[in-house]
Nanobody
Framework: QVQLVESGGGLVQAGGFLSLSCVAS????????MGWFRQAPGKEREFIAS????????YYKDAVKERFTISKDNGKNTVYLQINSLKPEDTAVYYC??????????????????WGQGTQVTVSS
């Protein structure tokens, strides 16, 4: 059974930095793509970035790629999302997701089969 566990969220001031982590377990992930999404209150779940399991390919939503960086540590089965220059509008629950089809360009939430429980990021102005 696939398990994704996010951590690293919290309360941070605008202009600050956060690094979110997602530990994946439960099966071999060699063909998987891992993604990060976020959902603010009253809004739809929004794609941020994705990465192949090998880490060789990444894909970003255009609006965030200057401040967000997705990366992997294969030795730890961990995916990271680093967020620089945080803004109040970045406030949301951040989710890690996994897609077994390995399509790094998948950006819709329904294209991802497995989800973590989410980690809250709150940015104060």
């Amino acid at each position: 059974q696939v398990q994704l566990v996010e951590s690293g969220g919290g309360l941070v001031q605008a202009g600050g930095f956060l690094s979110l982590s997602c530990v994946a377990s439960g099966r071999a992930f060699s063909t998987y793509v891992m993604g990060w999404f976020r959902q603010a209150p009253g809004k739809e779940r929004e794609f941020i970035a994705s990465i192949t399991w090998t880490g060789s390919n990444t894909y970003y939503k255009d609006a965030v790629k200057e401040r967000f960086t997705i990366s992997k540590d294969n030795g730890k089965n961990t995916v990271y999302l680093q967020i620089n220059s945080l803004k109040p509008e970045d406030t949301a629950v951040y989710y890690c997701a996994a897609d077994s089809r390995g399509l790094v360009t998948n950006t819709e939430w329904y294209e991802y089969e497995h989800w973590g429980q989410g980690t809250q990021v709150t940015v104060s102005s």
